[in-house]
């Protein structure tokens, strides 16, 4: 239904990215908050598990859940990462990383999509494939928030194909789902793609923050909770 709705609005007003000025206002805002998000990692223990709570917290920047979003809302729940529930396959993660040869990273929103970087440096040198949305929708991300962040210039990225907030593999393009189907290891961000991927066989790692009660009751968290599980689609739905 976003989707839909979504096109009809672009052809109604005749403006291709709705968001554009507030997705470049999320991206400054989070690249100001980099130096010091990325000393957090660097003397964190774990800094691959830091680096993904980060990311995590992160996904508080989506104005499909939140339209009235601050800079002070960005600032708060990135300092408070670490104090919010979370419900996470940690050893299962790191063991999956560890063995993978090749990544497929499907990014969800702009802001957040800076922090990513700061995972995708934990992944490298691992062949890492970055993936955006192939059309403007809500603030997701597209190829000019990856050009402006400088994630082209460490890995290779490409779009989806599609306009749907989410990865709807059957309206995605060739070259994300030749890519989806032969990678290692995908790590999934945001919750539009727990919920358009979590009855996909693969091995899948959903990172998102529960922002729904329907949600909140197929994962079995409260809302708020930060996810890091891995995907094990269930027969009648959903992922146990």
């Known amino acids: 239904m976003a989707q839909r709705i979504h096109r009809r609005l672009r052809e109604m007003t005749g403006v291709v990215d709705p968001y554009r000025e ?3 206002w999320q991206n400054h805002i989070v690249m100001e908050l980099i130096p010091s998000l990325r000393a957090k990692v660097e003397s ?38 670490l104090d919010e529930p979370f419900f996470g396959e940690e050893l299962r993660f790191r063991e999956a990383v560890a063995q993978a040869k090749s990544i497929l990273y499907i990014a969800d929103n702009a ?6 970087r700061l995972l995708v440096d934990q992944l490298l040198p691992r062949e890492i494939t ?3 949305r192939g059309s403007p929708i809500l603030n997701d991300v597209t190829m000019i ?3 402006k962040v400088g ?3 460490v890995v290779t990225v490409i779009d989806n194909g599609s306009d749907a907030p989410g990865t709807i593999l059957t309206d995605c393009n060739q070259a994300l789902r030749d890519r989806f189907s032969t990678v290692d290891m995908i790590i999934a961000k945001g919750q539009g793609n727990f919920e358009t991927l979590s009855n996909e066989s693969g091995n899948i790692f959903f990172l998102f923050k529960v922002e729904c009660l329907v949600i909140a009751q197929l994962v ?5 909770t930060q996810m890091l599980v891995h995907s094990r689609p269930c027969v009648d739905g959903g992922v146990c």
């Open 151 to 153: 994630l082209d210039q």
């Open 22 to 24: 507030t997705k470049d």
């Open 130 to 132: 970055f993936v955006v």
């Open 111 to 116: 802001g957040e999509i800076v922090i990513d």
């Open 145 to 147: 928030d990856a050009i």
């Open 220 to 224: 079995g968290q409260p809302v708020g």
């Open 44 to 81: 964190a223990n774990d800094p691959l598990l830091m680096a993904a709570r980060l990311a995590i917290a992160g996904n508080v920047i989506d104005a499909g859940s939140n339209g009235n979003l601050t800079e002070v809302d960005v600032r708060q729940n990135l300092k408070q990462a």
